[in-house]
């Protein structure tokens, strides 16, 4: 049984530039959470998506934008990149009625702003 | 404010066992998960607590104090293996989960 799987692993990018992250969930769930861990921090929570909508949004500008697929995958979007996006980008994926919605994390996108 | 704190750092000893203290303010409360983190790894789910006691999984046990905003981790019998770091995130009332910065925790021979 796969888990949660992310691609790419590593990314580098310049300021201004547009990335894509993908997250496939774990076989089973069918939400997924996408969040964004600078180094030595926790993660913090960009938003969720369930049956192909956003369902929550955390404190992120506009330029972070999400799809979810009928097959429940799931893309991150960032515009305009900046410095301060460089992190670790974090897909989580549970079960919506799972009893406590444990999430399962993916390996992790680590995106390089220059 | 939504808030959780946690130590940034703690050192133990092999075989030893170590608290892991959270704190949290939240809007709303669903449950208090701990997960441990590898440095360059995913989190992997430790433990759960919703309700007030202690939940008692192998080396690993979670207490939880509703009516304090409370929480600590306990590990026994320490390997060097367990040197991670530690987070610590509450489920809010839309069942966003809120996280800490993480407690590193370092092992000694």
């Known amino acids: 049984d796969a888990g949660v799987t992310q691609s790419p692993t590593h990314l580098i990018k310049t300021r201004g530039q547009q990335v894509t992250l993908r997250c496939s969930p774990k076989?089973?769930?069918?939400?997924v959470s996408w969040y964004q861990q600078a180094l030595g921090q926790g993660p913090q929570f960009i938003f969720q998506?369930?049956?192909?909508?956003?369902?929550q949004r955390g404190n992120f500008p506009d330029r972070f934008s999400g799809h979810q697929f009928p097959n429940y995958s799931s893309e991150l979007n960032v515009n305009a990149l900046l410095l301060g996006d460089s992190a670790l980008y974090l897909c989580?994926?549970?079960?919506?009625?799972?009893?406590?919605?444990?999430?399962?994390f993916g390996p992790g996108t680590r995106l390089t702003v220059l | 404010g939504q808030n959780i704190d946690q130590p940034t750092e703690m050192t133990a000893t092999e075989g030893a066992i170590v608290q892991i203290n959270c704190t949290y303010q939240?809007?709303?409360?669903?449950?208090l998960f701990w997960y441990q983190q590898h440095a360059g790894e995913a989190p992997t789910f430790l433990s759960y607590?919703?309700l007030d006691g202690l939940e008692e999984k192998g080396r690993f046990s979670s207490f939880l104090s509703r009516s304090k905003g409370y929480s600590y981790l306990l590990l026994k019998e320490l390997q060097m293996k367990d040197s991670a770091s530690y987070l610590c995130?509450?489920?809010?009332?839309?069942?966003?989960?809120?996280w800490g910065a993480g407690t590193k925790l370092i092992i000694k021979p």
């Open positions: 998506y369930y049956e192909e909508e956003e369902r």
């Open positions: 995130a509450v489920s809010d009332s839309n069942y966003q989960l809120i």
């Open positions: 939240t809007s709303g409360f669903n449950g």
């Open positions: 989580a994926s549970s079960f919506s009625s799972g009893y406590y919605n444990e999430q399962f």
């Open positions: 607590n919703v």
């Open positions: 076989s089973g769930h069918d939400t």
